[in-house]
């Protein structure tokens, strides 16, 4: 078990290393400005694909081999085309992109829904080697696309970044479209509605609760847009990268909960081996996390800015904001991942929703005030909110004392090795 945590972990870092390089190179050479406008664009494409996936998302996996590819096939790619472009057209009613961002919003939103549900289809047919495979080849495409409009056509506006993900995007969708050809045609004619709605039956929780959680983590980069018009993208930049920075500390918690989800998935929801498997990796977790955030805590400020530009001064500030709630974030993420493997993703939902609320009431407050620290500050404050709901979920649910979760750390890596 502790062999596939540190395989996870492994592949997972490396492509967090690349995205890593890639926000570097994009704070570098395209200003806090830049990182502004390329922060905000990308929240606006994943929240296109957020609402794409109520449909041609992870409950296609499940209804794949109990409907069949290809009935599933043509509704799921009408959806995909549909809100790739109606749906960027409709929030450009108040972004008021110009002719060219506006194109490069929906070309975005449109690679990106294909390339998705392309994926979510090789994994339905137990293709998950090629999935894998191409998502490393589409990061390996845009770093790669992103160095060579940088150091070799000299440009270093966020174009390049919108450039680059488009081919990435469209090579994915490319080459998962070839694996999948002889799976999918010749299309079975099927009641598009009524697929859609048995597809929405299935989904409709888990993508809403993804959505709720997406509008948690970002909906201050909305926040900060609309109360600094004027110097907004610059405070976006800055405050979008040192996010990035901070929230890589998260790839343990994912790598870790990947393997601990396919665990419990496949046994008994009552399980006390579940339950103690699941403490344990949370502690494992929130003890790997912090000793990682106090690596990033401490680095210069000097560094930061070698690295990131003269822009990002501020940067390391944001981030120290941040460590809390980012090391308390990467325990309670064991426990929503323990309720997803036993079927109860609602409470997650919960979770980020009360979250949303405290992070919109704390952004409305801070952020005018205190400007990007507000909006670390109003982070901070959702994360400890969605943490505290969860801890007390599953204290309610597993009869864990406080006692357990927090003080009891015998034998932490000992016992996550085995379940």
């Given at each position: 078990m502790f062999k596939k945590?540190?395989?996870?972990?492994?592949?997972?870092?490396?492509?967090?290393?690349?995205?890593?390089?890639?926000?570097?190179?994009?704070?570098?050479?395209?200003?806090?400005?830049?990182r502004g406008e390329i922060s905000l664009m990308y929240l606006n494409i994943t929240l296109v694909l957020m609402v794409n996936d109520l449909i041609g998302g992870s409950a296609l996996v499940y209804l794949i081999p109990k409907i069949g590819v290809k009935k599933i096939v043509l509704p799921a790619f009408i959806v995909a085309v549909c809100s790739g472009i109606l749906l960027p057209l409709l929030l450009n009613t108040y972004h008021q992109y110009s002719t060219q961002q506006l194109l490069w919003f929906v070309s975005l939103s449109l690679t990106l829904n294909l390339s998705s549900i392309a994926n979510v289809f090789l994994n339905g047919l137990n293709k998950?080697?090629?999935?894998?495979?191409?998502?490393?080849?589409?990061?390996?495409?845009?770093?790669?696309?992103?160095?060579?409009?940088?150091?070799?056509?000299?440009?270093?506006?966020?174009?390049?970044?919108?450039?680059?993900?488009?081919?990435?995007?469209?090579?994915?969708?490319?080459?998962?479209?070839?694996?999948?050809?002889?799976?999918?045609?010749?299309?079975?004619?099927?009641?598009?509605?009524?697929?859609?709605?048995?597809?929405l039956s299935y989904g409709f929780i888990v993508q809403a609760g993804n959505l709720?959680?997406?509008?948690?983590?970002?909906?201050?980069?909305?926040?900060?847009?609309?109360?600094?018009?004027?110097?907004?993208?610059?405070?976006?930049?800055?405050?979008?990268?040192?996010?990035?920075?901070?929230?890589?500390?998260?790839?343990?918690?994912?790598?870790?909960?990947?393997?601990?989800?396919?665990?419990?998935?496949?046994?008994?929801p009552t399980d006390k081996k579940s339950i103690s498997f699941s403490l344990?990796?949370?502690?494992?977790?929130?003890?790997?996390?912090?000793?990682?955030?106090?690596?990033?805590?401490?680095?210069?400020?000097?560094?930061?800015?070698?690295?990131?530009?003269?822009?990002?001064?501020e940067m390391q500030e944001v981030i120290k904001i941040l460590s809390p709630g980012i090391i308390i974030m990467g325990f309670t993420g064991i426990y929503s991942h323990y309720f997803a493997g036993i079927g109860l993703m609602k409470v997650s939902t919960?979770?980020?929703?009360?979250?949303?609320?405290?992070?919109?009431?704390?952004?409305?407050?801070?952020?005018?005030?205190?400007?990007?620290?507000?909006?670390?500050f109003s982070m901070v404050l959702s994360y400890f909110t969605s943490s505290i709901y969860l801890i007390l979920k599953f204290r309610a649910k597993t009869n864990c004392t406080l006692n357990e979760q927090f003080f009891d750390f015998k034998n932490v890596f000992t016992k996550s090795i085995h379940f």
């Open positions: 945590i540190i395989q996870t972990i492994f592949s997972k870092g490396i492509v967090s290393i690349l995205n890593f390089i890639i926000v570097m190179l994009t704070a570098k050479y395209t200003g806090a400005v830049g998950i080697k090629f999935t894998n495979l191409f998502s490393v080849i589409q990061t390996v495409l845009i770093f790669l696309a992103l160095c060579f409009f940088i150091f070799s056509l000299h440009q270093n506006s966020s174009t390049v970044y919108f450039a680059s993900l488009l081919i990435g995007f469209s090579v994915n969708f490319l080459l998962s479209f070839i694996i999948l050809f002889p799976h999918l045609f010749p299309i079975e004619k099927t009641p598009v509605f009524n697929t859609m709605k048995e597809i709720i959680q997406l509008l948690n983590y970002r909906i201050s980069y909305y926040l900060i847009d609309v109360f600094y018009p004027e110097k907004g993208k610059f405070m976006l930049g800055v405050f979008s990268t040192g996010s990035s920075v901070a929230e890589s500390a998260w790839v343990i918690m994912n790598g870790i909960s990947m393997v601990q989800y396919a665990a419990i998935s496949n046994n008994d344990q990796l949370a502690k494992l977790s929130l003890i790997l996390t912090a000793f990682f955030m106090l690596i990033i805590i401490f680095i210069p400020n000097s560094l930061f800015i070698y690295f990131f530009g003269k822009d990002f001064t919960y979770a980020s929703l009360t979250a949303l609320f405290v992070s919109v009431l704390a952004g409305i407050i801070l952020i005018p005030i205190l400007g990007l620290y507000g909006a670390a």
